[in-house]
């Protein structure tokens, strides 16, 4: 049972160009949660996601990031005019249930803007 | 502002030693507590949670402490070994969902 993917592990963007990320969560959960993490801190929530609805979004920067799971396929973090502070690494988890169920994360994309 | 505060932010241990973190909470809505570990270029993997309705949780060499009234939690890990050596977050979410609000992280490096 293949655990969340994430892809593509590096990314690298010059100042001004799009991110795209992906994740495919395990297999049976619907919910999908994106995460950021800089160097040496913790991660940050981004946005909470189900098949075609963004529950929860608090997290996320209103201008540039936005965020999809489509009813098939992969869920989407998107990055538009990427600048060198969104250098970082971003997770994402999914699990089964909504509600205090175990998050089970990928292992990221370390996006690099130069 | 931060609603988990987790420290140390660095630990070292020698082998067969006890490490402990801690974390301390302010969102009284809180009420269930993971413990992540995250080893170099890996996402966090899950390694014990608890619920407030308990004081204390203990899988094989690890073991959380959780005190309500203090709105702490810790984790503790015994026989403490090389391969223990990793960054671990606490964290903390509420029934509205499974947005966690992680602590700062602590790194943890045990000596041989």
Redesign the interface.
């Known amino acids: 049972n293949a655990g969340v993917m994430q892809n593509p592990r590096h990314l690298v963007r010059r100042r001004g160009q799009e991110a795209r990320l992906r994740c495919s969560p395990m297999k049976g959960h619907s919910h999908v949660y994106w995460y950021r993490q800089l160097p040496e801190e913790g991660l940050k929530f981004m946005v909470y996601l189900q098949k075609e609805n963004i529950i929860d979004e608090s997290g996320m920067p209103k201008e540039r990031f936005s965020a999809e799971f489509p009813k098939e396929g992969p869920s989407i973090l998107r990055i538009q005019q990427v600048v060198r502070g969104d250098s970082a690494a971003y997770f994402c988890a999914s699990s089964p249930l909504g509600t205090n169920s175990p998050l089970h994360f990928g292992n990221g994309t370390r996006l690099t803007v130069t | 502002q931060q609603q988990v505060k987790?420290s140390p932010q660095s630990l070292i241990v020698q082998k067969g030693g006890i490490s402990i973190i801690n974390c301390a909470y302010e969102n009284t809505a809180f009420?269930?507590f993971?413990w992540?570990q995250q080893f170099p270029?890996?996402?966090?993997?899950?390694l014990i949670?608890i619920r407030p309705d308990v004081s204390e949780k203990k899988e094989g060499r690890f073991t959380i402490s959780f005190n309500k009234s203090a709105k702490q939690f810790s984790l503790h890990i015994m026989d403490s070994q090389p391969g223990d050596s990793a960054t671990y977050?606490c964290a903390a979410?509420n029934?509205a969902?499974?947005?966690?609000?992680?602590?700062?992280?602590t790194r943890l490096m045990v000596k041989p």
């Not at chain 2, 270029?41 to 899950?46: D, E, T």
């Not at chain 2, 969902?97 to 992280?105: I, R, W």
């Open positions: 987790q009420d269930y993971p992540y270029g890996k996402g966090p993997a899950l949670a977050f979410s029934n969902g499974n947005m966690l609000t992680f602590g700062g992280g």
